[in-house]
T-cell receptor, first 117, second 111 residues
Framework: EAGVTQFPSHSVIEKGQTVTLRCDPISGHDNLYWYRRVMGKEIKFLLH????????ESGMPNNRFLAERTGGTYSTLKVQPAELEDSGVYFC???????????????FGPGTRLTVT | KQEVTQIPAALSVPEGENLVLNCSFT??????LQWFRQDPGKGLTSLLL?????REQTSGRLNASLDKSSGRSTLYIAASQPGDSATYLC??????????FGKGTSLLVTP
């Protein structure tokens, strides 16, 4: 069974540019999460999808970040325009559904390292 | 707001030793607590998940315990091996989905 995959693995962009990160969850997982770790800090929750619906986006830093999950499959996280403080590692995770059950483990992807110069 | 702390930040032990990693959390109303392992440049690998109603979980040489009343969890690694060298992360959730992570413990097991 394929795990959570993320693309690209690395991205280097200039301040003001746009970047789109992609996450493919484990097949059949209704729940999809985005997290971020900036240097020296702990991993922080960004948002949670159940299928194609955003359940909680309270962790999104600001309106320069837009997450989508079309058709309840893969998800994209767009940063527009990127700022220096957006640099970090962006992780995607998925877990089974269909409800917000506490039982299901979250499985993480390898992350996308974003560097904004 | 849930705060998760992991002590120590780094640990070096000789191969074969048993060791304990500590995790504390401020809000005891958690749904579950998950332990992860992260190798350099890699993603997070789930090791153990402890439900709020459970006291411990075991997988091979790993044993994780949970004491909600004191806000603590420990990860016990028996007979450590060099391949256990990695960063170990603890994460608790009060919402059932948003994980609150500690900064991790960097473990080095020397041959």
């Amino acid at each position: 069974e394929a795990g959570v995959t993320q693309f690209p693995s690395h991205s280097v962009i200039e301040k003001g540019q746009t970047v789109t990160l992609r996450c493919d969850p484990i097949s059949g997982h209704d729940n999809l999460y985005w997290y971020r770790r900036v240097m020296g800090k702990e991993i922080k929750f960004l948002l949670h999808f159940v299928k194609e619906s955003k359940q909680d986006e309270s962790g999104m830093p600001n309106n320069r970040f837009l997450a989508e999950r079309t058709g309840g499959t893969y998800s994209t996280l767009k940063v527009q325009p990127a700022e220096l403080e957006d640099s970090g590692v962006y992780f995607c995770a998925s877990s089974q559904g269909p409800r917000l059950a506490d039982y299901y483990e979250q499985y993480f992807g390898p992350g996308t390292r974003l560097t904004v110069t | 707001k849930q705060e998760v702390t992991q002590i120590p930040a780094a640990l070096s032990v000789p191969e074969g030793e048993n060791l304990v990693l500590n995790c504390s959390f401020t809000d005891s109303a958690i749904y579950n607590l998950q332990w992860f392992r992260q190798d350099p440049g890699k993603g997070l690998t789930s090791l153990l998940l402890i439900q709020s109603s459970q006291r411990e979980q075991t997988s091979g040489r790993l044993n994780a315990s949970l004491d909600k009343s004191s806000g603590r969890s420990t990860l016990y690694i028996a007979a450590s091996q060099p391949g256990d060298s990695a960063t170990y992360l603890c994460a608790a959730t009060n919402s059932g989905y948003a994980l609150n992570f500690g900064k991790g413990t960097s473990l080095l097991v020397t041959p």
